[in-house]
């Protein structure tokens, strides 16, 4: 099957600023991808180029096998939702929503019907007659939403759409555009900052840093398996911890002399001789008590700050002389002063190279 | 006032009134002291000078303001006087087509100042610089270009064009569009800066947006961004049309009323009645006209534009 969007080699420069260089993405029919970094990664310069927002420097984009890289916007076949919701606040929602269609020329039942649609689909047929400014944020959204599925393309381009809402709006959006891409099964694009966002709704997430795809993956490789230290510093909260050693065999050797045995480890390739490394370990891969016994490395720690989250604790604890975070579960009665046993579960965990930051 | 507050405090319960109106004198002293100037002004000048000037409207007072009151005689005169009565039409011919052309010019120099241009802001200083010369200059200005003799006519003449013709300023049909020419050579930088403003208070992503439902730049701009721009058209309107209403040191400087009769203007004639013909109920009887036309069209205006506080 040919891939619905499809981005050769493609380079973008401002001056002499590159903010895209030679990228490469294919995206499956009907899948849902995440493009995720923080801001100034490119993230959503390359969407506004799948958009035909911004002229591309370099390279080609496919959408459905046509190659649209200088095709108008229009012409691209994709609907795009921006975080400002971006609509056109003189009309009531009714026009909003039919404004492109009526411009295009298209026959008045066809617009009567797809507004209809969208409508029903999106639940904001009591709103129709609304303006923008009567309207709540969530409601904006929707119908900035609605204005992308009217024109019934096969490609939708999502913005950031969520980052103007409060949060509990937008968990509840979130939600909402899921059911949107379960029922329509349409290609989404969705731009965010928010690693939440990204690994709820994603089929498969792209982290970008410096207009370079860091890694592509499904949410569970991204969060488990993480290629590079950048990935895995980024995805979680709180966030994985390092602890700076060198590995030789299967002992790393933290900077303090603190010895853990990495056997359980998985490693991608063989090695050779020894070499800087860098252990990551997310917080709920730090167990406490019974079940640290089990694990192959255990230490002694003081705990120094519990924080209780409701569902869960973090603890902040010192391991190898550096500061580390873990998650246990709320029932354990844990006291700052506390000496607890920890134990890392190092078959989750992550080794990168100090050197090349990627994961061995 | 201080303790004068202290004071009153415990004896609030036993005299509840005068407690309450001095509150309503010292609540906020410093605030009304420094109101009154304004107030006084609104007063005395802008409705005192209102009902002074529609009062002796009614009497035949000639240089000094004592005639005796003679109903509306000074009006019956008023509407029989031809130079009044073109007057008007030349106000609201010119008025009309100032307005239309001011905005429109300033919307279009401001949608191609938009385009992301160079020396953009050379060419709003070359734009607005008009608008800091007074009418006076203006008028004498384009009076030497436009002047048959001296001016571009002349020039082109000179130069070997002898059939060249450009005698507006000297011709009564044409008179009026001479004037309009400075007015506009005036006012369109300022309307345009003020558009500009407008214009780029517009959402960057109201134009992608746009552009991915496939809406023409210019369709953009006509169905999208002027009706964004509502608070930028009343201001500009508002600004416009007081100039045109007070329309009066440009026609002085341009052409003072002439060729003849043919363009001259309310405000002139007002003057005219009042500081040099020596008759000041006739002045004081247009001038109340002049009031009474912008009341006319001003008050359901305002009244629709800013009167039910529900909307917006």
């Not at chain 1, 969705?190 to 410096?210: F, G, P, S």
Request: glycine letters at 10%; one cysteine or more.
């Amino acid at each position: 099957m040919q891939p619905s969007v499809s981005i050769k080699d493609l380079s973008l420069n401002f001056g002499n600023v590159k903010v895209l260089e030679r990228l490469n993405l294919d995206i499956a029919q009907g899948e849902f991808i995440v493009l995720l970094g923080p801001s100034g990664c490119g993230k959503s310069t390359l969407l506004n180029c799948i958009a035909g927002l911004l002229d591309v420097s370099d390279g080609q984009i496919f959408i459905n096998g046509k190659n649209v890289t200088w095709e108008e916007p229009k012409d691209r076949g994709i609907g795009m939702v921006f975080q400002s919701y971006a609509l056109y606040p003189q009309m009531t929602v009714e026009r909003n929503l039919s404004f492109g269609l009526r411009v295009s020329g298209m026959a008045k039942d066809e617009i009567a019907r797809r507004v209809a649609r969208a409508a029903e689909i999106l639940q904001i047929q009591p709103l129709l007659g609304r303006k923008p400014a009567n309207l709540s944020g969530g409601q904006r959204q929707r119908v900035a939403i609605g204005r992308a599925l009217v024109r019934d393309v096969d490609v939708f381009l999502f913005d950031e759409p969520l980052s103007n809402l409060d949060a509990k709006l937008r968990s509840d959006l979130r939600v909402e555009i899921k059911r949107l891409h379960a029922r329509l099964k349409n290609t989404m694009i969705y731009v965010t900052h928010d690693q939440i966002e990204a690994l709820t709704l994603a089929d498969r997430i792209a982290i970008m840093k410096n207009g370079v795809i860091q890694q592509l993956a499904d949410p569970h490789t991204i969060y488990n398996k993480p290629v590079n230290l950048y990935v895995a510093g980024f995805i979680g909260s709180p966030s994985m911890n390092f602890i700076n050693g060198s590995l030789d065999g299967a002992t790393f050797t933290a900077d303090d002399g603190t010895k853990i045995p990495v056997g359980a480890y998985d490693f991608a390739a063989q090695r050779g001789a020894a070499t800087k490394a860098v252990l990551g370990v997310r917080p709920e891969h730090i167990l406490l008590g019974d079940a640290a016994q089990g694990m192959p490395f255990q230490t002694q720690a003081e705990i120094e700050i519990v924080e209780p989250m409701g569902s869960e604790t973090l603890a902040w604890t010192k391991v190898a002389g550096i500061p580390v975070t873990f998650r246990c579960s709320s029932d354990i009665p844990l006291h700052a002063g506390d000496k607890v046993t920890v134990g890392f579960d190092i078959a989750r965990g992550s080794l990168f190279d100090a050197q090349s930051e990627s994961r061995l | 006032m201080a303790d004068t507050a202290v004071q009153s405090a415990p004896a609030a319960g036993s005299s509840s009134r005068p407690s309450a109106l001095k509150k309503f004198f010292l609540h906020n002293l410093s605030a009304k002291v420094a109101a009154i100037p304004m107030v006084a002004t609104v007063l005395v000048v802008f409705i005192g000078c209102t009902i002074w000037t529609i009062y002796y409207s009614f009497t035949n007072s000639k240089l000094l303001p004592t005639g005796k009151f003679v109903g509306f005689d000074q009006y019956e005169r008023l509407f029989a006087t031809s130079r009044w009565n073109v007057s008007v039409i030349n106000l609201l011919m010119y008025g009309a087509m100032s307005l239309v052309l001011t905005l429109g010019l300033g919307f279009l120099l401001a949608v191609l100042m938009d385009q992301k241009i160079r020396f953009e802001s050379a060419f709003r200083t070359i734009m607005l610089y008009p608008f800091a010369l007074s009418f006076i200059v203006t008028g004498l200005v384009w009076q030497w270009i436009m002047n048959p003799t001296l001016g571009l006519q002349g020039t082109m003449r000179n130069l070997g064009w002898t059939n060249f013709t450009f005698d507006w300023i000297a011709n009564p049909r044409m008179v009026l569009f001479a004037l309009l020419i400075a007015g506009l050579w005036q006012g369109v930088g300022f309307c345009m800066v003020l558009m500009l403003a407008g214009l780029r208070g517009v959402d960057e992503e109201i134009w992608k947006a746009a552009r991915v439902d496939g809406i023409p730049t210019w369709r953009t701009y006509i169905s999208v961004v002027l009706p964004m721009m509502r608070g930028v058209l009343v201001t500009a309107v508002v600004l416009i049309g007081s100039g045109i209403v007070r329309l009066y040191d440009l026609v002085v400087a341009l052409t003072n009323g002439g060729p003849g009769i043919s363009s001259e203007v309310p405000a002139k004639y007002v003057y005219n009645y009042m500081f040099s013909g020596g008759n000041i109920g006739q002045g004081l009887a247009a001038a109340t006209m002049m009031l009474l036309t912008v009341m006319i069209i001003m008050v359901p205006w305002a009244y629709l534009e800013f009167g039910g506080k529900g909307r917006k």
